[in-house]
T-cell receptor, first 110, second 114 residues
């Protein structure tokens, strides 16, 4: 798996958009970008994934730069329940395992 | 069940004892994964199963660790002669098929070796 670089921690005010960056400068052409999050005392939860086009679902939006060397996960209206560690992962499709780094600890502030 | 179920949720054991951790995947999910998470760290891959194929054991840290899965049902992770460095949360996940992007995780087993 290509390596990713994320900030260790971030704060965001409740109700504002949370923008979580991820650098993956060595990503290969067939590797997808995945985002998971882990709320305290729970297992990780899938959020979204994409290849090169921007993606949106009920949880978040994923913006991938044209050169695919970085991406941003956007939580449009952050709530206190979004406080978690967010993991950015790159992986080629149909590989067997996801490799998790240490992620970004996002704290939503009331 | 509705999600991945792991038991026990907490296990305290003495150094040198054997422990067995259980994972019930989501019904119909053919792939099952075990990860370990030490305090304040990311997830460390241990092993995965896909149907009746031979498991990928490449992540198991030592021969004290083993895992079994019968068909597409329950899996058990066994740690023999536990050591203090085995203390961690052990997480199980399942997915429809191997390589599927969406893994569903259980809440984990917190193992403490005294």
């Amino acid at each position: 798996d290509a390596k990713t670089t994320q900030p260790t921690s971030m704060d965001c005010a409740e109700g504002r958009a949370a923008n979580l960056p991820c650098n993956h400068s060595t990503i290969s052409g067939n590797e997808y970008v995945y985002w998971y999050r882990q709320i305290h005392s729970q297992g990780p939860q899938y959020i979204i994934h994409g290849l090169k086009n921007n993606e949106t679902n009920e949880m978040a939006s994923l913006i991938i730069t044209e050169d695919r060397k970085s991406s941003t996960l956007i939580l449009p209206h952050a709530t206190l329940r979004d406080t978690a560690v967010y993991y950015c992962i790159v992986r080629a499709p149909f590989l067997e395992k996801l490799t998790f780094g240490t992620g970004t600890r996002l704290t939503i502030i009331p | 069940g509705a999600g991945v179920s792991q038991s026990p949720s907490n296990k305290v054991t003495e150094k040198g004892k054997d422990v067995e951790l259980r994972c019930d995947p989501i019904s119909g999910h053919t792939a099952l994964y075990w990860y370990r998470q030490r305090l304040g760290q990311g997830l460390e891959f241990l092993i995965y199963f896909q149907g009746n194929s031979a498991p990928d054991k490449s992540g198991l840290p030592s021969d004290r660790f083993s895992a079994e899965r019968t068909g597409e049902s329950v899996s058990t992770l066994t740690i023999q002669r536990t050591q203090q460095e085995d203390s961690a949360v052990y997480l199980c996940a399942s997915s429809l098929v191997l390589g599927n992007e969406k893994l569903f995780f259980g809440s984990g087993t917190q193992l403490s070796v005294l």
